[in-house]
């Protein structure tokens, strides 16, 4: 089965770090790109990071632009989201997506359940 | 920036009726940039259509998308109970993706 994990979500204060993981499993992780995506309570999805299957290209919303770092690990299937500088208005359900190409097209066709990050004091 | 503005913000419908949800686009863009989402609370979010009328695998032909230029329609033929949810639209660009605010389709 095709399948997305995510894990690494909890509590942490404004300005304090955290680390997200997505573990991937019943396709060859090592040859898609894959993305990070989130949703604020009560709002709607919001797009964070794109990163290339070979790492060569990487992609960032500009509202997380130098505070969040995306990378992978294609030995251990797993995709992370590095949370740096966190800020209140990133409290989020986090998901990662896989980005697929159909031809001309492209779009993320595979979500995992995502996982919950809370910045509070 | 592409703003994509989807309409109406809710839609209250009965089981059995059609649902015809709207995704307009600030500027004009490629048909295949265009996709849509379906987000049920506590799940995942499920790919719908990609290239603005493609149905991914899987998906009932009651869903169906068109439209080009700046105007994209997403109708679902038929409403059943599982298919009230919110439903995204999303644009890919230049190294950016933006997705709609959203429609939410809800039981009248």
């Known amino acids: 089965e095709v399948q997305l994990v995510e894990s690494g979500g909890g509590l942490v204060q404004p300005g304090g770090s955290l680390r997200l993981s997505c573990e991937a499993s019943?396709?060859?992780?090592?040859?898609?790109?894959m993305n990070w995506v989130r949703q604020a309570p009560g709002k709607g999805l919001e797009w964070v990071s794109y990163i290339s299957f070979s790492s060569s290209t990487i992609y960032y919303a500009d509202s997380v632009k130098g505070r969040f770092s995306v990378s992978r690990d294609n030995a251990k299937n797993s995709l992370y989201l590095q949370l740096n500088s966190l800020r209140a208005d990133d409290t989020a359900v986090y998901y990662c997506?896989?980005?697929?190409?159909?031809?001309?097209?492209?779009?993320?066709?595979?979500w995992g359940q995502g996982t919950m990050v809370t910045v509070s004091s | 920036e592409i703003v994509l503005t989807q309409s109406p913000g809710t839609l209250s419908l009965s089981p059995g009726e059609r649902a015809t949800l709207s995704c307009r686009a600030s500027q004009t863009i490629s048909s295949n940039s265009l996709a849509w989402y379906q987000h049920r609370p506590g799940q995942a979010p499920r790919l719908l259509i990609y290239?603005?009328?493609s149905r991914a695998t899987g998906i009932p032909d009651k869903f169906s998308g068109s439209g080009s230029g700046t105007d994209f329609t997403l109708t679902i033929s038929r409403l059943e109970p599982e298919d009230f949810a919110m439903y995204y639209c999303?644009?890919?660009?230049?190294?950016?993706?933006?997705f709609g605010q959203g429609t939410k389709v809800e039981i009248k």
């Open positions: 999303q644009h890919y660009g230049i190294s950016l993706w933006t």
């Open positions: 290239g603005a009328s």
């Open positions: 997506a896989r980005y697929r190409v159909f031809g001309t097209a492209s779009a993320f066709d595979i």
């Open positions: 019943g396709f060859a992780f090592s040859t898609y790109t």
